[in-house]
C-alpha cells in the first residue's frame, strides 16, 4: 500500500506564499510520477501539477504556470508544491497523488486546505 499524507495548508492573504509537503510510503518512491490535484467547494476536483519519478519533468495546469513549482526529494519520500502569488481563486483543498509505474492505480492524500483571503 501506498500512503500518502499533505501538510503545509493554511490561511493566508493574497500575493503571499505557501509551500505544501506530501510525504509517501513505501520504498520505490522514485517510480512513481507524483501530482496535486485540487478541490475548491461544489466543484470538481482538478489537475494542479505533476512531476516526473526523476524530477526531470513536470507539467502545469495553464492556471498556475509562472506561479507554482512541483519538485520532489526522492532520499525523503516527499513531493513539494511552492506555491506563490496567492490569490482567492486558489482557495481549495489540495490533495496529492501518486500513480503506480505500472499499474496506474492512483493513490490519493486526505488533502490539506488552502485559504486565501482578498
Known amino acids: 500500500q501506498v500512503q500518502l499524507v499533505e501538510s503545509g495548508g493554511g490561511m493566508v492573504q493574497a500575493g503571499d506564499s505557501l509551500r505544501l509537503s506530501c510525504a509517501a510510503s513505501?520504498?520505490?518512491?522514485?517510480?512513481?510520477?507524483m501530482g496535486w490535484f485540487r478541490q475548491g467547494p461544489g466543484k470538481e476536483r482538478v489537475f494542479v501539477a505533476t512531476?516526473?519519478?526523476?524530477?526531470?519533468?513536470?507539467y502545469y495546469a495553464d492556471s498556475v504556470k509562472g506561479r507554482f513549482t512541483i519538485s520532489r526529494d526522492n532520499a525523503k519520500n516527499t513531493v513539494y508544491l511552492q506555491m506563490n502569488s496567492l490569490n482567492p481563486a486558489d482557495t481549495a483543498v489540495y490533495l496529492c497523488n501518486a500513480r503506480h509505474p505500472i499499474t496506474r492505480y492512483n493513490y490519493w492524500g486526505q488533502g490539506t486546505q488552502v485559504t486565501v483571503s482578498s
Open positions: 513505501g520504498r520505490t518512491f522514485r517510480d512513481y510520477v
Open positions: 512531476i516526473t519519478g526523476s524530477g526531470g519533468s513536470t
